[in-house]
């Protein structure tokens, strides 16, 4: 039934501003849900990202393609990212009938990483949309990743707490903060060090 899919399946949605490791985090959550052996789906909703440290099971590169929607309307790059989006949502229903397909092979997890441009969660209705449309399959969590780096910065911690705290009164739900050092997770691979 819908109630006891809704009920065992959580999706995470994982923001942050561009280069902050959102795609290192998806890695990082998929590699301990394959160890524990647990099942789970991953969507890749950044169309210009070249080359993804994970193997996704949804991506919009598939769906859209980021260069033809610049050269095609003459837009730079961030307005082409809103618009791929745009036209990628207008598929969204087919992907949640997918989803709920998985209803009796116990699907637990959907991770979805997004770009590095928060305009798509911040204004753009197409965040508004996904999130919504998700929420209303999954229980959701949104994962707000920082990089320890620019976190010493003052202005730029106080800045990425203000876009969580918009995307948390636009989104309305529960949002982590996750803190990643990357020196240290590149010195040992083996090593996922997450501080929030």
Known sequence: TINHFMYYRTSVIILGMA???KSTFTLTISDYLKYNNISHYIINLDPGCIKLPYISNIDIRDTVNLRAIMKYHSMGPNA???VAVNLFITKFDELMKVFFQFGNKRLEYLIVDTPGQMEIFLWSIAGFIISSLIKFAFRTLIVYVFDLKKCVNIN?????LLICSCILFRIKTKILLVIIDFNRFLINQ???IIVG
């Open 190 to 192: 083996q090593q996922r």
């Open 19 to 21: 280069g902050s490791g």
């Open 80 to 82: 082409s990212m809103i």
């Open 156 to 160: 730029t911690f106080l800045s990425n």
